[in-house]
């Protein structure tokens, strides 16, 4: 130990520098390697309910602003229909406005066997905020499942139909078709009821920018027959009706309006061309949903 000591002493500044640089890196590297296992946190466990209520909390805690400014952000922005939250979609809840962590604690909570009794039981799922359910509450709809059961039991469910009329149907027809569930057949109704009908298969995609195969399954089972167009009478119509018309709007339909009043009355269709604003484009579009009678 001594000779080491001397020889230590012995040694040129720079080289004592050198010996002690490399001394402190391995104590570095030595209480790196004891203490590792206090670093090595194990993940938060999901699937256990408790743990999962505990790290939400402490989650909302500490993020209270963020969570609360999401939760209203996503609730602006959701066209809300009435659901069932024991047999919704995982698109459909997503439609809603929940995020995607909370439709998957949403399923796992269904296969494992839990089951909605009452709109109260969806504000015990976990992350949703008050917002959120207060928002939701109203359009919860929860089916008598004992009465599902009994009837099913009693009358086999109806197999897919081969063609649905868009323009004369139910939602309740429409979603037996194959991938229409309760959130695309309230956006094609709604379309439809805004238009007055479709009169072509392309304005579907007015309704929701379907994929591909969806669109592809949707021209072949929706048959669309014109004359059950809901027509606006154009010699009667308020301006308030014709600028709820999707292919209108305000500006047009005060121009309308105002061409009506000089005219008197339109004694044909094609005098709308006429209308300031007008084009050929818009004038094909609006002409089929417009009557003169």
Same mark, same amino acid.
């Given at each position: 130990?001594?000779?080491?000591?001397?020889?230590?002493?012995?040694?040129?500044?720079?080289?004592?520098?050198?010996?002690?640089?490399?001394?402190?890196?391995?104590?570095?590297?030595?209480?790196?390697?004891?203490?590792?296992?206090?670093?090595?946190?194990?993940?938060?466990?999901?699937?256990?309910?408790?743990?999962?209520?505990?790290?939400?909390?402490?989650?909302?805690?500490?993020?209270?602003?963020?969570?609360?400014?999401?939760?209203?952000?996503?609730?602006?922005?959701?066209?809300?229909?009435?659901?069932?939250?024991?047999?919704?979609?995982?698109?459909?809840?997503?439609?809603?406005?929940?995020?995607?962590?909370?439709?998957?604690?949403?399923?796992?909570?269904?296969?494992?066997?839990?089951?909605?009794?009452?709109?109260?039981?969806?504000?015990?799922?976990?992350?949703?905020?008050?917002?959120?359910?207060?928002?939701?509450?109203?359009?919860?709809?929860?089916?008598?499942?004992?009465?599902?059961?009994?009837?099913?039991?009693?009358?086999?469910?109806?197999?897919?139909?081969?063609?649905?009329?868009?323009?004369?149907?139910?939602?309740?027809?429409?979603?037996?078709?194959?991938? @229409? *569930?309760?959130?695309? #057949? &309230?956006?094609?109704?709604?379309? =439809?009821?805004? +238009?007055?009908?479709?009169? !072509?298969? /392309? $304005?579907?995609?007015?309704?929701?920018?379907?994929?591909?195969?969806?669109?592809?399954?949707?021209?072949?089972?929706?048959?669309?027959?014109?004359?059950?167009?809901?027509?606006?009478?154009?010699?009667?119509?308020?301006?308030?009706?014709?600028?709820?018309?999707?292919? @209108? *709007?305000?500006?047009? #339909? &005060?121009?309308?309006?105002?061409? =009506?009043?000089? +005219?008197?009355?339109?004694? !044909?269709? /094609? $005098?709308?061309?006429?209308?300031?604003?007008?084009?050929?484009?818009?004038?094909?579009?609006?002409?089929?949903?417009?009557?003169?009678?």
């Amino acid at each position: 130990m001594k000779k080491i000591i001397q020889s230590f002493i012995n040694y040129s500044t720079l080289e004592k520098r050198g010996i002690l640089a490399l001394l402190a890196i391995i104590i570095l590297l030595l209480l790196s390697l004891f203490t590792m296992p206090y670093w090595n946190k194990q993940p938060i466990d999901y699937t256990e309910d408790s743990t999962l209520v505990v790290a939400w909390e402490a989650y909302k805690q500490s993020h209270s602003t963020t969570i609360e400014a999401d939760s209203k952000n996503l609730i602006s922005k959701t066209e809300l229909f009435y659901f069932d939250p024991n047999t919704l979609d995982s698109t459909s809840f997503l439609s809603l406005g929940l995020t995607p962590k909370q439709v998957k604690l949403l399923l796992n909570w269904r296969r494992k066997g839990k089951v909605f009794k009452n709109k109260e039981d969806f504000s015990k799922l976990y992350t949703l905020t008050i917002e959120q359910y207060e928002h939701l509450a109203p359009y919860i709809k929860i089916t008598n499942q004992n009465t599902v059961n009994t009837f099913n039991n009693r009358f086999p469910s109806k197999p897919e139909p081969d063609h649905v009329a868009i323009n004369t149907t139910d939602s309740a027809t429409l979603v037996q078709l194959k991938g @229409i *569930g309760p959130f695309f #057949a &309230h956006k094609l109704l709604s379309r =439809r009821d805004k +238009l007055g009908g479709y009169i !072509k298969h /392309e $304005q579907l995609l007015e309704a929701y920018k379907f994929p591909d195969s969806l669109y592809t399954l949707l021209k072949n089972k929706l048959v669309i027959n014109p004359h059950h167009l809901k027509k606006i009478k154009i010699n009667l119509a308020t301006e308030e009706q014709l600028k709820s018309h999707p292919y @209108i *709007g305000e500006k047009l #339909a &005060h121009h309308i309006i105002l061409y =009506r009043e000089n +005219l008197k009355q339109f004694e !044909k269709i /094609e $005098q709308l061309r006429q209308v300031p604003l007008m084009n050929e484009e818009i004038y094909r579009k609006i002409a089929p949903y417009l009557s003169i009678e």
